[in-house]
């Protein structure tokens, strides 16, 4: 590599569109604590946090290839020991040889860094507040109670004993020196939650800013197919309207996968957030199936769907949607034309506190002794000779990760040359 390059102040490296390292300048190998040697041939992906994997499979990589640049995205590398070094990425691919090379600079943020010390401070000096509120709310609570008792006590021996007035005025005076004494108390505590909503309106806006960074490409994806098909920039014909229609509820899947990436780099989470609530199976496929419609149609496969509307399951829906859309992708992906993709679902007869989603296909199939390794990132098994190996190996880890999250699980079964099968699982809910 050029010696100027490992000067530079910024990391740089180059990668094939097989995610393979072609080279990589000392300043990043350094910055991340590899020697150069370790990353040369390795995957590209293996130096990114899992939220930016993610990020970088669902959309740095197609804008890459779609557009052959993208500037100024933010991305979290991992280090050899783990650190997580947030970077700015301007990239550009070109052909090179018999190929195309994808050529990365990575300018370390610092700034963002010390925002998110000062939220996640914040957020604690939040907390305690809150804490604090909670308690002497109680402790107020307390205190009013006593009061109305004591006034309560009062009123009674003031009907039932005159000849205790005296003694009475002086406990109004006690009980009017522990009201003042609950106001002061009462005023500081206002104090107190007006200083934790400040923080948190702090928080909020800055969580607002990043997701719109991440939001903006793809809001305007849906702008733009929404301005073709009101015929902005002239006639559309109903085939076009309707690709237009399925364009858009692909972008606002797209970005529902970005929201889940956002929320893998929230500083208060450090892992998925998971929306659990009754999910119908049946609707599920209902929303998925137009987006592998025109895929099904392209390659001429028949599509069958086999799940009655009575199967519900308790777990997150775009994540399920997220799961079923990648294993229809990959059914139809190794299925040739005039064969079958399948869905079905049910509950699963060994455990009635179990349903499942299944994907059936009759395509290549998987060797066996590939069949355990397939959940594994970075993992393509490809068994025919002639067709090149498309996508990074990571769809299948992380749906089984997101079947794991949601108390469920997925697993898979395969004959070589008589397609496969892959069950979703999920724990059940009545209807």
Do not use: W
Not at 308 to 314: E, F, G, K, Q
């Amino acid at each position: 590599m050029d010696e100027q390059l490992d000067l530079a102040p910024c990391g740089f490296v180059s990668f094939g569109d097989d995610g393979g390292v072609l080279a990589v300048n000392a300043t990043l190998s350094g910055r991340l604590g590899y020697d150069r040697n370790e990353l040369i041939g390795r995957h590209v992906e293996t130096i990114l946090a899992v939220g930016s994997r993610i990020f970088y499979q669902t959309h740095v990589f197609p804008l890459v290839r779609l557009h052959g640049r993208a500037e100024e995205i933010f991305i979290l590398l991992r280090g050899k020991d783990g650190e997580q070094v947030g970077v700015l990425c301007n990239a550009v691919r070109r052909p090179r040889g018999d190929g195309h090379v994808t050529d990365c600079v990575l300018m370390e943020v610092r700034e963002r860094r010390k925002f998110e010390d000062a939220l996640l401070q914040a957020k604690q000096e939040a907390e305690r507040a809150h804490e604090a509120l909670q308690s002497r709310t109680a402790e107020l609570e307390r205190a009013n109670s006593q009061l109305e008792s004591q006034a309560l006590e009062l009123e009674l021996q003031k009907q039932h004993l005159e000849d205790q007035a005296s003694e009475l005025m002086t406990q109004g005076e006690a009980l009017h020196s522990l009201n003042d004494e609950l106001l002061r108390r009462g005023a500081e505590l206002e104090q107190q939650r007006a200083a934790a909503d400040e923080a948190n309106q702090e928080k909020s806006r800055f969580l607002a800013v990043m997701s719109h960074e991440l939001r903006t490409p793809l809001n305007a994806i849906g702008g733009y197919a929404q301005l073709l098909e009101m015929g902005v920039h002239g006639s559309v014909t109903d085939a076009q309207r309707e690709a237009l229609g399925r364009i858009d509820r692909s972008q606002r899947h797209l970005l529902r996968l970005v929201n889940d990436v956002l929320n893998l780099a929230r500083i208060e989470a450090g892992r998925v957030d998971y929306t659990v609530e009754r999910v119908v199976l049946a609707d599920v496929v209902s929303s998925v199936m137009p987006m592998v419609e025109p895929q099904i149609a392209l390659r001429g496969l028949l599509a069958e769907i086999s799940v009655p509307p009575s199967v519900a399951a308790r777990a997150d829906p775009e994540k399920v949607e997220q799961i079923l859309l990648n294993l229809l992708t990959n059914a139809v992906k190794f299925t040739g034309a005039g064969g079958s993709v399948v869905v079905t679902g049910g509950t699963v007869t060994s455990s009635e506190d179990q349903v499942y989603l299944r994907v059936s296909d009759t395509g290549s199939g998987i060797p066996s002794a590939s069949l355990d390794r397939i959940f594994e990132p970075f993992i393509q098994v490809d068994v025919s000779a002639t067709r090149p190996s498309e996508g990074t190996g990571l769809g299948l880890a992380i749906s089984r990760d997101l079947a794991r999250g949601m108390g469920g699980d997925l697993t898979a079964k395969s004959e070589l040359g008589r397609g496969s099968v892959f069950t979703l699982t999920l724990p059940r809910v009545s209807l």
